[in-house]
């Protein structure tokens, strides 16, 4: 076969986007001059690559495959790049890391700080729910993934990063949220409001209200903690978030942290990735980043 790397890299930008339109802007080409490239590509290979259905460009099982044949060239190369210039002293390369929804809290703080020590780098952020990161990790789309409750059916490299405690929360004019210590059956005739399923933070309320025992009477199934958090502000419910999401405080926005029997729950990040994939060393330096300002300290009111 007679495929070149600029052609692998377009191919991809294919699979990445479903349109070949997408995948020429994407590669700076015109979409006449993408298109003949990926029939170059497929005439080169023997076999169909993709297929229209509807508007939407699908890979065969044969274009996944090379897709994921090309991903892998594609981080090898880039990976032997990036050590070549670590040799030279320079900081030259592009880092991806996926992050669940929460992380956004103290990510972009993280990220800026790395930034500023390598400002030659590109970083591409991703950010989702639990289920959403965890298609990423599958398919290896990325250098770093951060979430809590890793999935346990993949064999990764998993350091544990910090504390992410989950909380209840209730309205300010809620006088069930002023009461003192709390059981759950108390909550019995509460509203409660969560995150979708999916959602880490879901998976861990629904894992220790299964343990105890305890039906919640979901009313809202909503997609960020901001929604969650303006609903319970409003009086819709009590709440199940990270404290992140409230910045580390007991109090914000009109809602506050309720004292209740077995919460904080235990929950934690982690930054995990595949035993078999080689970290490029840009991706290595963000890891000992990431792990370096949190033994400073810098993060500490998250933590609480």
């Given at each position: 076969m007679n495929i070149t790397h600029r052609q692998l890299r377009l191919f991809l930008a294919l699979a990445d986007t479903g349109s070949v339109?997408?995948?020429?802007?994407?590669?700076?080409?015109?979409?006449?001059?993408?298109?003949?490239q990926l029939k170059e590509v497929t005439q080169s290979v023997g076999l169909p690559l993709y297929e229209l259905i509807g508007k939407k460009i699908h890979l065969t099982d044969v274009g996944k495959e090379l897709a994921a044949t090309a991903r892998a060239m594609t981080a090898a190369w880039e990976s032997f790049e990036q050590g070549v210039d670590a040799t030279k002293g320079l900081s030259r390369g592009k880092l991806r890391v996926s992050v669940v929804s929460t992380a956004k809290y103290f990510m972009p703080k993280m990220i800026g700080g790395f930034c500023k020590k390598f400002p030659a780098i590109d970083v591409s952020l991703e950010i989702l729910n639990r289920d959403g990161v965890v298609h990423r990790l599958r398919e290896n789309l990325d250098d770093l993934y951060i979430m809590s409750m890793p999935p346990a059916d993949m064999d990764l490299r998993d350091e544990v990063l910090m504390p992410n405690p989950i909380v209840v929360i209730a309205a300010m004019t809620d006088p069930l949220g002023k009461a003192g210590r709390l059981t759950l059956r108390d909550l019995a005739k509460c509203r409660v409001i969560l995150r979708e399923p999916g959602s880490g933070t879901r998976m861990a309320a629904e894992q220790y209200f299964q343990k105890a025992k305890f039906r919640p009477d979901v009313r809202l199934e909503l997609g960020s903690n901001e929604a969650v958090k303006e609903s319970v502000a409003a009086g819709l419910g009590i709440g199940v978030v990270s404290r992140h999401a409230l910045h580390g405080l007991d109090k914000e926005n009109g809602v506050r942290v309720m004292d209740v029997e077995g919460f904080p729950l235990p929950s934690a990040w982690h930054v995990v990735h595949h035993v078999g994939q080689k970290l490029s060393p840009v991706a290595q330096a963000f890891q000992s980043h990431l792990l370096s300002e949190i033994q400073k300290g810098k993060f500490q009111k998250f933590t609480r």
């Amino acid at each position: 076969m007679n495929i070149t790397h600029r052609q692998l890299r377009l191919f991809l930008a294919l699979a990445d986007t479903g349109s070949v339109s997408a995948a020429a802007k994407a590669m700076h080409v015109t979409q006449p001059t993408a298109s003949m490239q990926l029939k170059e590509v497929t005439q080169s290979v023997g076999l169909p690559l993709y297929e229209l259905i509807g508007k939407k460009i699908h890979l065969t099982d044969v274009g996944k495959e090379l897709a994921a044949t090309a991903r892998a060239m594609t981080a090898a190369w880039e990976s032997f790049e990036q050590g070549v210039d670590a040799t030279k002293g320079l900081s030259r390369g592009k880092l991806r890391v996926s992050v669940v929804s929460t992380a956004k809290y103290f990510m972009p703080k993280m990220i800026g700080g790395f930034c500023k020590k390598f400002p030659a780098i590109d970083v591409s952020l991703e950010i989702l729910n639990r289920d959403g990161v965890v298609h990423r990790l599958r398919e290896n789309l990325d250098d770093l993934y951060i979430m809590s409750m890793p999935p346990a059916d993949m064999d990764l490299r998993d350091e544990v990063l910090m504390p992410n405690p989950i909380v209840v929360i209730a309205a300010m004019t809620d006088p069930l949220g002023k009461a003192g210590r709390l059981t759950l059956r108390d909550l019995a005739k509460c509203r409660v409001i969560l995150r979708e399923p999916g959602s880490g933070t879901r998976m861990a309320a629904e894992q220790y209200f299964q343990k105890a025992k305890f039906r919640p009477d979901v009313r809202l199934e909503l997609g960020s903690n901001e929604a969650v958090k303006e609903s319970v502000a409003a009086g819709l419910g009590i709440g199940v978030v990270s404290r992140h999401a409230l910045h580390g405080l007991d109090k914000e926005n009109g809602v506050r942290v309720m004292d209740v029997e077995g919460f904080p729950l235990p929950s934690a990040w982690h930054v995990v990735h595949h035993v078999g994939q080689k970290l490029s060393p840009v991706a290595q330096a963000f890891q000992s980043h990431l792990l370096s300002e949190i033994q400073k300290g810098k993060f500490q009111k998250f933590t609480r």
